[in-house]
Protein backbone atom coordinates (compact mmCIF):
# COMPACT_ATOMS: atom_id res chain seq x y z
CA UNK A 1 0.00 0.00 0.00
CA UNK A 2 1.24 3.13 -0.71
CA UNK A 3 1.38 5.12 2.89
CA UNK A 4 2.02 8.56 0.53
CA UNK A 5 -1.49 8.26 -1.41
CA UNK A 6 -3.22 6.98 1.66
CA UNK A 7 -2.89 9.80 3.76
CA UNK A 8 -5.76 12.36 4.52
CA UNK A 9 -5.14 16.27 4.07
CA UNK A 10 -5.27 16.46 7.67
CA UNK A 11 -2.27 14.15 7.66
CA UNK A 12 -0.55 15.81 4.93
CA UNK A 13 -0.89 19.29 6.78
CA UNK A 14 0.60 17.68 9.97
CA UNK A 15 3.62 16.32 7.75
CA UNK A 16 4.60 19.11 6.52
CA UNK A 17 4.06 21.33 9.82
CA UNK A 18 6.26 18.58 11.73
CA UNK A 19 8.74 18.41 8.64
CA UNK A 20 9.00 22.61 8.66
CA UNK A 21 9.47 22.71 12.35
CA UNK A 22 11.81 20.24 12.48
CA UNK A 23 15.08 22.43 11.69
CA UNK A 24 13.90 24.51 15.05
CA UNK A 25 12.44 21.83 17.41
CA UNK A 26 15.66 21.65 20.48
CA UNK A 27 17.32 18.60 20.59
CA UNK A 28 19.85 16.06 18.49
CA UNK A 29 19.94 12.37 18.75
CA UNK A 30 17.92 10.54 21.22
CA UNK A 31 15.85 13.38 21.35
CA UNK A 32 15.09 13.85 17.82
CA UNK A 33 14.86 9.66 17.25
CA UNK A 34 12.17 10.15 20.31
CA UNK A 35 10.42 13.05 18.43
CA UNK A 36 10.23 10.89 15.22
CA UNK A 37 9.10 7.98 17.21
CA UNK A 38 6.33 10.24 18.71
CA UNK A 39 5.27 11.62 15.40
CA UNK A 40 5.00 8.34 13.65
CA UNK A 41 2.94 7.16 16.45
CA UNK A 42 0.59 10.03 15.64
CA UNK A 43 0.36 9.74 11.86
CA UNK A 44 -0.31 6.14 11.96
CA UNK A 45 -3.73 7.18 13.06
CA UNK A 46 -3.88 11.07 12.37
CA UNK A 47 -6.49 13.44 13.86
CA UNK A 48 -9.01 11.93 16.46
CA UNK A 49 -12.17 11.56 14.62
CA UNK A 50 -16.10 10.34 16.34
CA UNK A 51 -15.48 6.45 15.24
CA UNK A 52 -12.38 6.41 18.02
CA UNK A 53 -14.29 6.06 20.92
CA UNK A 54 -12.69 8.09 23.29
CA UNK A 55 -12.91 10.97 20.92
CA UNK A 56 -16.89 10.22 19.88
CA UNK A 57 -17.87 13.53 20.68
CA UNK A 58 -14.96 16.27 19.79
CA UNK A 59 -13.85 14.96 16.12
CA UNK A 60 -10.88 16.95 15.58
CA UNK A 61 -11.02 16.25 11.65
CA UNK A 62 -14.42 18.42 11.06
CA UNK A 63 -14.23 20.86 14.13
CA UNK A 64 -9.75 21.28 13.41
CA UNK A 65 -9.48 20.02 10.17
CA UNK A 66 -5.80 20.64 10.56
CA UNK A 67 -2.60 21.19 12.51
CA UNK A 68 -1.64 24.87 12.06
CA UNK A 69 2.13 25.79 11.27
CA UNK A 70 4.23 26.48 14.40
CA UNK A 71 4.24 29.93 15.86
CA UNK A 72 7.60 32.11 15.45
CA UNK A 73 9.21 32.39 18.39
CA UNK A 74 8.34 35.91 20.25
CA UNK A 75 10.09 39.11 18.91
CA UNK A 76 9.99 42.07 21.07
CA UNK A 77 6.58 43.22 19.76
CA UNK A 78 5.06 40.25 21.18
CA UNK A 79 7.08 39.97 24.59
CA UNK A 80 5.75 44.00 24.73
CA UNK A 81 2.32 42.45 24.06
CA UNK A 82 2.68 39.53 26.62
CA UNK A 83 4.02 42.30 29.25
CA UNK A 84 0.41 44.21 29.07
CA UNK A 85 -1.08 41.01 29.53
CA UNK A 86 0.70 40.00 32.46
CA UNK A 87 -0.31 43.11 34.44
CA UNK A 88 -3.94 42.57 33.65
CA UNK A 89 -3.74 39.00 34.35
CA UNK A 90 -2.42 39.41 38.16
CA UNK A 91 -3.21 36.38 40.30
CA UNK A 92 -1.31 37.50 43.36
CA UNK A 93 1.73 36.99 44.57
CA UNK A 94 3.09 34.45 42.57
CA UNK A 95 6.34 32.03 41.40
CA UNK A 96 5.43 33.27 37.75
CA UNK A 97 6.77 31.30 34.47
CA UNK A 98 5.76 32.42 31.85
CA UNK A 99 5.69 31.01 27.81
CA UNK A 100 4.90 33.17 24.91
CA UNK A 101 3.75 31.71 21.98
CA UNK A 102 4.97 28.27 23.09
CA UNK A 103 8.23 29.68 24.29
CA UNK A 104 8.91 30.23 28.15
CA UNK A 105 10.44 33.78 28.65
CA UNK A 106 12.46 34.13 31.48
CA UNK A 107 12.35 38.06 31.64
CA UNK A 108 9.00 37.65 31.93
CA UNK A 109 9.13 34.71 34.87
CA UNK A 110 10.61 34.22 38.16
CA UNK A 111 13.99 32.13 37.80
CA UNK A 112 15.86 33.97 39.84
CA UNK A 113 15.14 34.44 43.94
CA UNK A 114 13.65 31.40 44.38
CA UNK A 115 13.10 29.56 47.88
CA UNK A 116 14.68 26.69 48.69
CA UNK A 117 13.72 23.74 47.54
CA UNK A 118 12.32 24.89 44.26
CA UNK A 119 14.01 25.01 41.47
CA UNK A 120 12.88 25.74 37.64
CA UNK A 121 14.11 25.33 34.10
CA UNK A 122 13.27 25.85 30.59
CA UNK A 123 12.48 22.37 29.10
CA UNK A 124 13.99 24.05 25.81
CA UNK A 125 17.28 24.12 28.11
CA UNK A 126 17.25 20.44 29.28
CA UNK A 127 15.97 19.29 26.01
CA UNK A 128 19.37 21.04 24.43
CA UNK A 129 21.66 19.00 26.20
CA UNK A 130 20.94 15.76 24.29
CA UNK A 131 20.91 13.37 27.89
CA UNK A 132 19.11 9.74 28.54
CA UNK A 133 17.24 12.34 31.04
CA UNK A 134 15.72 14.75 28.30
CA UNK A 135 14.80 11.82 25.63
CA UNK A 136 12.77 10.41 28.70
CA UNK A 137 10.74 13.76 28.52
CA UNK A 138 8.98 12.64 26.14
CA UNK A 139 8.02 9.07 27.06
CA UNK A 140 4.84 8.75 29.67
CA UNK A 141 3.69 4.91 30.52
CA UNK A 142 -0.24 6.52 31.43
CA UNK A 143 -1.88 6.60 27.69
CA UNK A 144 -1.25 6.48 23.75
CA UNK A 145 -3.50 9.13 23.31
CA UNK A 146 -2.50 10.62 20.11
CA UNK A 147 -2.61 14.09 20.65
CA UNK A 148 -0.46 13.94 23.22
CA UNK A 149 1.98 12.04 20.77
CA UNK A 150 1.47 14.80 18.45
CA UNK A 151 2.44 16.86 21.59
CA UNK A 152 5.54 15.57 22.28
CA UNK A 153 6.80 15.33 18.84
CA UNK A 154 5.94 19.51 17.95
CA UNK A 155 7.53 20.63 21.79
CA UNK A 156 9.27 23.62 21.25
CA UNK A 157 9.40 24.83 25.29
CA UNK A 158 7.95 24.66 28.49
CA UNK A 159 9.29 24.70 31.91
CA UNK A 160 10.80 21.45 34.53
CA UNK A 161 9.79 22.84 38.23
CA UNK A 162 10.96 20.43 40.84
CA UNK A 163 9.93 21.06 44.56
CA UNK A 164 11.82 19.09 47.11
CA UNK A 165 10.82 16.23 49.99
CA UNK A 166 9.05 17.77 52.92
CA UNK A 167 8.97 21.72 51.16
CA UNK A 168 5.59 23.65 51.69
CA UNK A 169 6.17 26.59 49.49
CA UNK A 170 4.54 30.16 50.68
CA UNK A 171 3.53 31.34 47.28
CA UNK A 172 2.09 29.57 44.72
CA UNK A 173 3.35 28.64 41.37
CA UNK A 174 1.68 30.05 38.20
CA UNK A 175 2.51 28.82 34.82
CA UNK A 176 1.49 31.11 32.31
CA UNK A 177 0.49 30.19 28.23
CA UNK A 178 0.17 33.79 26.58
CA UNK A 179 -0.38 33.54 22.81
CA UNK A 180 0.03 36.49 20.79
CA UNK A 181 0.13 35.40 17.09
CA UNK A 182 -2.89 34.55 14.97
CA UNK A 183 -3.21 31.34 12.71
CA UNK A 184 -0.35 29.44 14.21
CA UNK A 185 0.09 26.76 16.57
CA UNK A 186 1.93 26.62 20.11
CA UNK A 187 2.82 22.80 21.40
CA UNK A 188 4.39 23.23 24.61
CA UNK A 189 5.37 20.80 27.47
CA UNK A 190 5.78 20.88 31.33
CA UNK A 191 7.10 18.73 33.87
CA UNK A 192 5.99 19.25 37.55
CA UNK A 193 8.03 16.89 40.18
CA UNK A 194 6.68 17.40 43.94
CA UNK A 195 8.43 15.40 46.62
CA UNK A 196 7.69 13.97 49.75
CA UNK A 197 4.92 15.28 52.14
CA UNK A 198 6.00 18.24 50.31
CA UNK A 199 2.78 21.14 49.74
CA UNK A 200 2.39 22.99 46.61
CA UNK A 201 -0.33 24.74 44.71
CA UNK A 202 -0.23 25.40 41.45
CA UNK A 203 -2.01 27.72 38.94
CA UNK A 204 -2.04 27.31 35.15
CA UNK A 205 -3.59 29.81 32.62
CA UNK A 206 -4.31 30.24 29.39
CA UNK A 207 -4.33 34.07 28.11
CA UNK A 208 -4.41 35.97 24.84
CA UNK A 209 -3.95 38.93 23.34
CA UNK A 210 -6.72 40.94 21.59
CA UNK A 211 -5.85 40.80 18.18
CA UNK A 212 -4.74 37.00 18.59
CA UNK A 213 -7.07 35.19 16.40
CA UNK A 214 -7.31 31.30 15.14
CA UNK A 215 -4.70 29.96 16.70
CA UNK A 216 -4.41 26.46 18.50
CA UNK A 217 -2.86 25.76 21.66
CA UNK A 218 -1.07 22.63 22.69
CA UNK A 219 -0.09 22.13 25.89
CA UNK A 220 0.87 18.31 27.40
CA UNK A 221 1.56 18.96 31.83
CA UNK A 222 3.73 15.76 33.60
CA UNK A 223 2.89 16.05 37.51
CA UNK A 224 4.44 13.48 39.69
CA UNK A 225 2.98 13.88 42.90
CA UNK A 226 5.43 12.01 45.78
CA UNK A 227 4.11 9.96 49.03
CA UNK A 228 2.47 12.33 51.41
CA UNK A 229 2.44 15.26 49.06
CA UNK A 230 -0.35 17.81 49.22
CA UNK A 231 -0.80 19.42 46.13
CA UNK A 232 -4.22 21.69 44.93
CA UNK A 233 -3.72 22.83 40.98
CA UNK A 234 -5.73 25.25 39.82
CA UNK A 235 -6.33 25.95 35.95
CA UNK A 236 -8.39 28.64 34.19
CA UNK A 237 -8.98 28.60 30.30
CA UNK A 238 -9.55 31.45 28.92
CA UNK A 239 -8.35 31.64 25.23
CA UNK A 240 -9.52 33.71 22.10
CA UNK A 241 -13.05 33.23 21.35
CA UNK A 242 -12.36 31.49 18.00
CA UNK A 243 -8.61 29.28 19.33
CA UNK A 244 -8.10 25.94 19.67
CA UNK A 245 -6.79 24.61 23.07
CA UNK A 246 -6.01 20.84 23.18
CA UNK A 247 -4.22 19.87 26.42
CA UNK A 248 -3.56 16.65 28.21
CA UNK A 249 -2.52 16.08 32.43
CA UNK A 250 -0.84 12.81 32.99
CA UNK A 251 -0.73 12.85 36.57
CA UNK A 252 0.92 9.73 38.96
CA UNK A 253 0.11 9.80 42.64
CA UNK A 254 2.51 8.84 45.41
CA UNK A 255 1.11 7.07 48.81
CA UNK A 256 -0.66 8.73 51.45
CA UNK A 257 -1.01 11.65 49.03
CA UNK A 258 -3.76 14.74 48.55
CA UNK A 259 -4.47 16.04 45.05
CA UNK A 260 -6.79 18.60 44.29
CA UNK A 261 -7.62 19.80 40.82
CA UNK A 262 -10.12 22.32 39.46
CA UNK A 263 -11.05 23.46 36.09
CA UNK A 264 -12.96 26.36 34.80
CA UNK A 265 -12.78 27.08 31.16
CA UNK A 266 -14.59 29.76 29.34
CA UNK A 267 -12.28 30.72 26.04
CA UNK A 268 -12.21 29.10 23.32
CA UNK A 269 -13.97 27.57 20.52
CA UNK A 270 -12.84 24.46 20.62
CA UNK A 271 -11.25 23.13 23.93
CA UNK A 272 -10.62 19.36 25.60
CA UNK A 273 -8.99 19.21 28.28
CA UNK A 274 -7.87 15.55 29.11
CA UNK A 275 -6.34 14.31 32.28
CA UNK A 276 -5.05 11.10 32.38
CA UNK A 277 -4.13 9.77 36.39
CA UNK A 278 -2.81 7.02 38.01
CA UNK A 279 -3.18 6.67 41.34
CA UNK A 280 -0.12 4.38 42.27
CA UNK A 281 0.59 4.68 46.06
CA UNK A 282 -1.74 3.17 49.14
CA UNK A 283 -4.21 5.41 50.88
CA UNK A 284 -4.47 8.21 48.37
CA UNK A 285 -7.30 10.78 47.62
CA UNK A 286 -7.81 12.51 44.35
CA UNK A 287 -10.62 15.08 43.59
CA UNK A 288 -11.34 16.63 40.14
CA UNK A 289 -13.94 19.14 39.97
CA UNK A 290 -14.60 21.59 36.64
CA UNK A 291 -16.90 24.21 35.46
CA UNK A 292 -17.59 24.61 31.67
CA UNK A 293 -19.26 27.81 31.15
CA UNK A 294 -20.03 27.81 27.45
CA UNK A 295 -21.97 30.18 24.37
CA UNK A 296 -22.06 31.20 21.15
CA UNK A 297 -20.89 27.79 19.05
CA UNK A 298 -18.74 26.88 21.86
CA UNK A 299 -17.47 23.24 21.77
CA UNK A 300 -15.77 22.40 25.25
CA UNK A 301 -14.79 18.93 26.19
CA UNK A 302 -13.18 17.31 29.83
CA UNK A 303 -12.01 13.74 29.88
CA UNK A 304 -10.60 12.39 32.71
CA UNK A 305 -9.30 8.81 33.34
CA UNK A 306 -8.49 7.63 36.78
CA UNK A 307 -6.77 4.31 37.21
CA UNK A 308 -6.60 3.12 40.58
CA UNK A 309 -3.72 1.00 40.46
CA UNK A 310 -3.46 0.08 44.05
CA UNK A 311 -5.96 -0.31 47.13
CA UNK A 312 -7.37 1.85 49.62
CA UNK A 313 -7.52 5.25 47.46
CA UNK A 314 -10.52 7.80 46.69
CA UNK A 315 -10.90 9.32 44.41
CA UNK A 316 -13.97 11.98 43.72
CA UNK A 317 -15.34 13.58 40.21
CA UNK A 318 -17.65 16.69 40.37
CA UNK A 319 -18.07 18.27 37.23
CA UNK A 320 -20.78 21.18 36.11
CA UNK A 321 -21.58 22.77 32.41
CA UNK A 322 -23.55 25.84 32.06
CA UNK A 323 -24.39 26.00 27.95
CA UNK A 324 -26.00 28.44 25.93
CA UNK A 325 -27.07 29.72 22.62
CA UNK A 326 -25.64 26.58 20.50
CA UNK A 327 -22.97 25.58 22.59
CA UNK A 328 -21.77 21.96 23.29
CA UNK A 329 -20.85 20.61 26.58
CA UNK A 330 -19.19 17.17 26.63
CA UNK A 331 -17.92 15.46 29.61
CA UNK A 332 -16.16 11.92 29.94
CA UNK A 333 -15.10 10.10 33.17
CA UNK A 334 -14.04 6.81 33.29
CA UNK A 335 -12.83 5.25 36.62
CA UNK A 336 -10.46 1.92 36.43
CA UNK A 337 -10.13 -0.05 39.16
CA UNK A 338 -7.14 -2.86 38.79
CA UNK A 339 -7.94 -6.34 40.26
CA UNK A 340 -5.53 -5.18 43.63
CA UNK A 341 -7.26 -1.95 44.33
CA UNK A 342 -9.78 -3.57 46.74
CA UNK A 343 -11.47 -0.86 48.81
CA UNK A 344 -11.14 1.90 46.24
CA UNK A 345 -13.75 4.25 46.28
CA UNK A 346 -14.50 6.22 43.34
CA UNK A 347 -17.51 8.36 42.53
CA UNK A 348 -18.29 10.85 39.44
CA UNK A 349 -20.94 13.22 39.31
CA UNK A 350 -21.69 16.05 36.32
CA UNK A 351 -24.56 18.04 36.10
CA UNK A 352 -25.54 20.17 32.22
CA UNK A 353 -27.40 23.01 32.58
CA UNK A 354 -29.04 24.23 29.28
CA UNK A 355 -29.73 27.75 28.69
CA UNK A 356 -31.38 27.58 25.54
CA UNK A 357 -33.19 24.80 23.07
CA UNK A 358 -29.96 24.97 20.20
CA UNK A 359 -27.63 24.09 23.56
CA UNK A 360 -26.20 20.45 23.66
CA UNK A 361 -24.66 18.44 26.12
CA UNK A 362 -23.33 15.27 25.71
CA UNK A 363 -22.04 12.70 29.24
CA UNK A 364 -20.44 9.48 28.97
CA UNK A 365 -19.07 7.80 32.48
CA UNK A 366 -17.98 4.38 32.42
CA UNK A 367 -16.19 2.19 35.61
CA UNK A 368 -13.51 -0.83 34.61
CA UNK A 369 -13.67 -2.93 37.34
CA UNK A 370 -11.67 -5.71 38.20
CA UNK A 371 -11.86 -6.24 42.55
CA UNK A 372 -14.16 -7.10 43.65
CA UNK A 373 -14.61 -5.23 47.00
CA UNK A 374 -14.96 -1.69 46.32
CA UNK A 375 -17.53 1.20 46.12
CA UNK A 376 -17.46 2.41 42.93
CA UNK A 377 -20.56 5.23 41.40
CA UNK A 378 -21.64 7.49 38.91
CA UNK A 379 -24.46 10.22 37.63
CA UNK A 380 -25.14 12.58 35.51
CA UNK A 381 -28.03 15.03 34.96
CA UNK A 382 -28.90 17.64 32.00
CA UNK A 383 -31.71 19.75 32.16
CA UNK A 384 -32.90 23.47 32.15
CA UNK A 385 -33.32 26.23 35.08
CA UNK A 386 -36.12 25.56 37.71
CA UNK A 387 -39.30 27.69 36.38
CA UNK A 388 -41.09 27.62 40.06
CA UNK A 389 -37.44 28.78 41.52
CA UNK A 390 -37.10 31.45 38.49
CA UNK A 391 -40.80 32.35 39.65
CA UNK A 392 -40.34 32.87 43.14
CA UNK A 393 -37.28 35.29 42.42
CA UNK A 394 -38.96 37.30 40.03
CA UNK A 395 -41.90 37.33 42.19
CA UNK A 396 -39.86 39.38 44.55
CA UNK A 397 -38.59 41.92 42.58
CA UNK A 398 -36.07 40.52 40.63
CA UNK A 399 -35.19 40.74 36.36
CA UNK A 400 -35.32 37.62 33.92
CA UNK A 401 -31.46 38.01 33.90
CA UNK A 402 -31.02 38.49 37.42
CA UNK A 403 -33.14 35.44 38.75
CA UNK A 404 -31.41 33.60 36.12
CA UNK A 405 -27.67 34.80 37.27
CA UNK A 406 -28.53 33.73 40.55
CA UNK A 407 -29.13 30.29 40.12
CA UNK A 408 -26.66 29.78 37.76
CA UNK A 409 -24.27 31.15 40.58
CA UNK A 410 -26.09 28.73 42.82
CA UNK A 411 -25.02 25.57 40.14
CA UNK A 412 -21.90 26.10 39.30
CA UNK A 413 -20.92 27.30 43.57
CA UNK A 414 -20.36 23.50 45.02
CA UNK A 415 -17.09 22.59 42.05
CA UNK A 416 -15.97 25.92 42.90
CA UNK A 417 -16.51 25.68 46.48
CA UNK A 418 -13.75 22.57 46.57
CA UNK A 419 -10.99 25.71 45.73
CA UNK A 420 -9.51 25.93 49.03
CA UNK A 421 -7.37 29.10 48.87
CA UNK A 422 -9.97 31.87 48.80
CA UNK A 423 -7.78 33.84 46.50
CA UNK A 424 -7.85 31.45 43.64
CA UNK A 425 -12.07 30.88 44.54
CA UNK A 426 -12.77 34.42 44.28
CA UNK A 427 -10.37 34.12 40.98
CA UNK A 428 -13.07 31.76 39.80
CA UNK A 429 -16.37 33.27 41.34
CA UNK A 430 -14.88 36.33 39.40
CA UNK A 431 -14.84 34.57 35.88
CA UNK A 432 -17.84 32.94 36.41
CA UNK A 433 -19.45 36.33 37.03
CA UNK A 434 -17.96 37.99 33.79
CA UNK A 435 -19.38 35.36 32.08
CA UNK A 436 -22.88 35.96 32.92
CA UNK A 437 -22.44 39.92 33.06
CA UNK A 438 -21.58 39.45 29.29
CA UNK A 439 -24.93 37.51 28.64
CA UNK A 440 -26.65 40.71 28.95
Request: charged share 25%.
Amino acid sequence: MDVALAKTDTGRAASEAFAVACSRLPGAGKVAAARQKAFEAYESLGLPHRRVEDWKYTDLRVLMREVLPLAAAPDQAALAKAGEILKAQSLGDAYRFVLVDGVFVPQLSDVGGLEDGLRARSFHEVLGTGTDQSADLFTTSATTDVMVSLNAAMTTDGVIIEVGDRISLTKPIHVVHVTTVSSASAFTRSRLTIGKAARVTLIESFVAADDAKSYQAHDALIVAVGDGADVAHIRLMADADDATNISSAIVTVGGEAKLNLFSLTSGGRLSRYQVFATLEGEGSDVFFNGVSLLKDTQHADMTLVVDHAVPHCTSREVFRAVVDDRAHSVFQGKIIVRPDAQKTDGKMMTRALLLSDGAEADSKPELEIFADDVTCGHGATIGALDDSLLFYLRARGLSEKEAQALLIQAFVGEAIESIADDGLRDVAIGAAERWLAARE
